[in-house]
C-alpha cells in the first residue's frame, strides 16, 4: 500500500507540474494537508498561481471545485447557503451554497468580515455544516484552500487567532526564479495547458487511502521530539502564544503522512523538521520586541530546531 501512496503522490504532482512550473515544496505540502484532511492558508501577493494550483489539484483528483471571492458584503448564508420556500411545492428546500463542494479555494478570506470568516469554522473542524438545524456532511476530501494578500491591508479583517488555527498549514508559493518565469511564458504561450488537464487518479481512492497513514510507525523517541519542540515554543523570550496540543497533533500526524509519501512506514526526524514551519508559523503569536525587529515567526522556529538536540535512533522499515 505504501508503494501505492507513493505512486500516487507522483501522478499528481507530475500532473499538477503540467501546469504549475517548480514549486516541489508547495504542491508536497499541499499533498500533505489534504491527506490530513487539513486545510491550508496560502499568503501570497496576486499574480503567483493559488487558483491555477488550486484548480489542477481538484483536476488531477477528480474532484468537485468551487472558488469564493470574499468581499466586505458577502453573507455567511452566501457560502453556506440557505432553506428556502419553494412556492410550487408548498415546502422549504435547500439551496446549496459553494461550500458544498470538495476543494474550495476561498480567495481572500481576510477581506470577509469576521461573521463571514467565522462560518467556515465548522466545517473545516467538522466537515459538516450546519443550518437551521439540519446538518449536511461534506464530501471526501473536503480541503480549503485559503488566500491572502499579505502586503494590501486596507479594508482587511485579520483572521483571529482561532480561525488561524483551524488550518493545518500556512505557505507561500514564492516568485519564479528566472528560468522559471521564462518556463511559465512558453507554456502559456498558445493556450491554457489547465484547460486540457485530466484527471490521475479518482478522489474516491484519496479517501481509501487515508486509513494506512494511521499505521505510519511514530517511535516514543519521535513523540519525545515533537513534545519538546512544541514546548521550547511556549518558553521563547520572543513568543507571546506558543503552539497549543492542536498544533503538537498536526506535527504528529503531518509526519506520518510525510514518511508514507517517501515510502517508509516510520517517522524520522527529517519528516519533522520538514513540517514544522509550515504547521506552526501562523499558531506563533510573536511579542512587540520581535514584531518591532522585524523577527518572523520561521526565524524562532529555526532557533529552536538548532537549540533542540535532533534524536539519533537506528530506524528501520
Known amino acids: 500500500m505504501l508503494k501505492r501512496i507513493q505512486e500516487v503522490r507522483n501522478e499528481i504532482k507530475d500532473n499538477i507540474q503540467k501546469v504549475i512550473v517548480g514549486k516541489d515544496e508547495a504542491i508536497d505540502m ?36 468551487n ?45 470577509a468580515t469576521p461573521r463571514t470568516q467565522a462560518s467556515l469554522l465548522e466545517v473545516m473542524s467538522e466537515k459538516q455544516v450546519t443550518i437551521d438545524g439540519e446538518s449536511h456532511q461534506m464530501k471526501t476530501p473536503f480541503f480549503v484552500i485559503a488566500t491572502q494578500n499579505p ?8 483572521l483571529p487567532e482561532a480561525q488561524l488555527d483551524r488550518f493545518f498549514m500556512k505557505l507561500s508559493l514564492g516568485y519564479p526564479n528566472f528560468d522559471e518565469e521564462e518556463s511559465i511564458l512558453k507554456r502559456f504561450k498558445t493556450k491554457n495547458p489547465l484547460d486540457t488537464l485530466n484527471a490521475v487518479i479518482k478522489s474516491s481512492e484519496i479517501e481509501s487511502l487515508m486509513s494506512v497513514f494511521e499505521s505510519i510507525e511514530v517511535s516514543d523517541v519521535m513523540v519525545d521530539y515533537i513534545v519538546r519542540l512544541t514546548h521550547r515554543t511556549r518558553q521563547h523570550d520572543s513568543i507571546e502564544l506558543g503552539i497549543s496540543p492542536r498544533g503538537s497533533m498536526s506535527l504528529y500526524q503531518g509526519s506520518q503522512v510525510y514518511a508514507a509519501l517517501e515510502g517508509r512506514s516510520y517517522v524520522t526526524p527529517d519528516d ?46
Open 30 to 65: 499541499l499533498l500533505v494537508s489534504m491527506f490530513c484532511s487539513g486545510h491550508v492558508l496560502l499568503e501570497d501577493v496576486p499574480g503567483l498561481g493559488k487558483t491555477v494550483m488550486a484548480k489542477a489539484l481538484s483536476k488531477s483528483i477528480d474532484a468537485d471545485f
Open 67 to 111: 472558488r469564493i471571492q470574499f468581499t466586505p458584503d458577502l453573507l455567511p448564508s452566501d457560502i453556506t447557503g440557505i432553506n428556502y420556500f419553494n412556492q410550487k411545492s408548498g415546502n422549504f428546500e435547500f439551496k446549496r451554497g459553494p461550500l458544498m463542494t470538495q476543494i474550495l479555494l476561498a480567495d481572500e478570506i481576510n477581506r
Open 151 to 158: 502586503v494590501e491591508q486596507s479594508g482587511t479583517f485579520p
Open 272 to 317: 519533522v523538521q520538514a513540517l514544522i514551519k509550515p504547521i506552526f508559523r501562523h499558531r506563533l503569536i510573536l511579542d512587540g520586541r520581535a514584531q518591532m525587529t522585524g523577527v518572523t515567526a520561521d526565524d524562532v522556529i529555526s532557533e529552536i530546531l538548532e537549540s533542540e538536540k535532533t534524536p539519533v535512533e537506528n530506524f528501520k522499515n
